[in-house]
């Protein structure tokens, strides 16, 4: 009875270990917070008169000195993903608890890689000013 004991307070320790922490709410800087970086830069910084419409339609801020940055911890993380459940609408159940998060201007955009808002529609990013009120979603 022991050894089952002590097994059990092992796996436990052991999953606890490589289980995501209830704080990390933001996605870390991987290839998918790399794409988000890069897809921000691409309407942060308009190559031509297209992109800062696209940019203004969507309503992304001009970045400011510190130009598009990811966010990975903190309160921000908190707080964007709150506001990104808050919105989405359609299938809630693939909403994973974890977004990633880039900040240009006095904007946020927010994506949970694993949220679908139905089988077979594609990522859905969501932008917030920096009082985590909606601006707008794309697809």
């Given at each position: 009875?022991?050894?089952?004991?002590?097994?059990?307070?092992?796996?436990?320790?052991?999953?606890?270990?490589?289980?995501?922490?209830?704080?990390?709410?933001?996605?870390?800087?991987?290839?998918?917070?790399?794409?988000?970086?890069?897809?921000?830069?691409?309407?942060?910084?308009?190559?031509?008169?297209?992109?800062?419409?696209?940019?203004?339609?969507?309503?992304?801020?001009?970045?400011?000195?510190?130009?598009?940055?990811?966010?990975?911890?903190?309160?921000?993380?908190?707080?964007?993903?709150?506001?990104?459940?808050?919105?989405?609408?359609?299938?809630?159940?693939?909403?994973?608890?974890?977004?990633?998060?880039?900040q240009s201007g006095n904007t946020y955009i927010v994506w949970d890689?694993?949220?679908?808002?139905?089988?077979?529609?594609?990522?859905?990013?969501?932008?917030?000013?920096?009082?985590?009120?909606?601006?707008?979603?794309?697809?």
């Open positions: 009875m022991r050894s089952q004991c002590t097994f059990g307070l092992l796996l436990t320790a052991l999953l606890a270990a490589h289980a995501p922490s209830a704080a990390a709410q933001c996605g870390p800087k991987d290839l998918y917070g790399d794409h988000l970086v890069r897809m921000i830069n691409r309407y942060a910084y308009p190559e031509d008169v297209a992109w800062a419409a696209a940019r203004d339609s969507l309503r992304i801020g001009v970045p400011s000195s510190t130009g598009v940055v990811q966010i990975t911890k903190g309160g921000a993380c908190k707080s964007a993903n709150a506001a990104y459940q808050k919105t989405a609408a359609g299938n809630r159940a693939t909403l994973s608890g974890q977004v990633y998060v880039v890689p694993k949220y679908r808002y139905a089988t077979g529609s594609s990522d859905t990013y969501m932008v917030f000013d920096s009082n985590w009120i909606f601006k707008k979603g794309f697809q």
